[in-house]
């Protein structure tokens, strides 16, 4: 996913006072989410004058630090944890996962059963790291000990939520929701169905000796296959 932590040296360079107006612009062609427009007054914020003391370059310059790391720190996690749970989908998206005869055993579906529940476990993880990054946000700048003007904290913070693809983040994790229901489905259906199918044929597609139990086992492939092709979607966006 887009590494979200490469604009905010950006945006200091705005809230502090940029070297140069191409700075700005630059901020502003990035950073396209709605909260930007809070940058079309980062003219309103003190700038450290030409002949601003060592002492205030050092106070401005921990503050920069301070909101930087703050901002870092919970950018990096939110990337670790997205790609960790994106590593735990592609398994799942395994076409061996469509075929019940790539289970050797009922003990094995109940071992992907517990799989599956750490994939929602990280899901609900990811999620909850985004809801929560403005109040994780505060949390950290508090934990700087680097006293800031409220002002400008409040003016970072909203550039930074802006920088994050809410509608897409969303839509994936809608998304994700309903995979993991419908993978728990086709659990349930191979262990209530268990050895009752033939070996697939060259669509991958497992024959059961029934044609009720026939379509809804392809009602419930398709539906994974349709939902995995739409996550890997949102998160392809999410690299754009």
């Known amino acids: 996913m887009r590494s979200y932590s490469q604009y905010l040296e950006i945006v200091l360079g ?3 006072g940029g070297s ?3 700075m700005g612009q630059d901020a502003k062609s990035m950073l396209k989410a709605p909260a930007v427009s809070a940058m079309d007054h980062a003219s309103a914020t003190p700038t450290p004058s030409a002949t601003a003391s060592e002492a205030e370059k050092r106070v401005i310059e921990a503050e920069k630090i301070a909101l930087q790391g703050a901002a870092n720190k919970l950018c990096e996690q939110i990337q670790v944890e997205e790609n960790d749970l994106y590593h735990r989908l592609s398994f799942l998206e395994k076409p ?3 075929d019940p005869n790539s289970y050797a055993s009922l003990d094995e579906i109940n071992q992907w059963r517990t799989l599956l529940q750490q994939f929602k476990e990280k899901a609900n993880k990811v999620e909850g790291l ?6 994780n946000f505060d949390a950290e700048v508090r934990n700087s000990k680097v006293t800031i ?3 400008i904290v409040s003016k970072f913070k909203t550039v930074l939520l802006g920088i994050f693809p809410w509608d897409t983040i969303n839509r994936k994790s809608s998304l994700l929701t309903q995979y993991a229901e419908d993978h728990q489905k086709l659990l349930d259906f191979y262990q209530k169905n268990w050895g009752t199918w033939r070996p697939a044929g060259k669509d991958g597609k497992a024959v059961f000796e029934s044609a009720s139990l ?3 086992y392809n ?3 398709e539906d994974i ?3 995995g092709h739409q996550l890997e979607a949102e998160y392809l966006a999410m690299t754009r």
């Open 14 to 16: 705005v809230l502090f």
């Open 20 to 22: 140069s107006v191409a």
């Open 96 to 98: 061996s996962r469509l």
């Open 130 to 135: 985004y809801r929560g990054l403005e109040k």
């Open 149 to 151: 003007d409220p002002a």
């Open 214 to 216: 026939n379509t809804t």
């Open 219 to 221: 009602k419930l492939r």
């Open 225 to 227: 296959v349709s939902t």
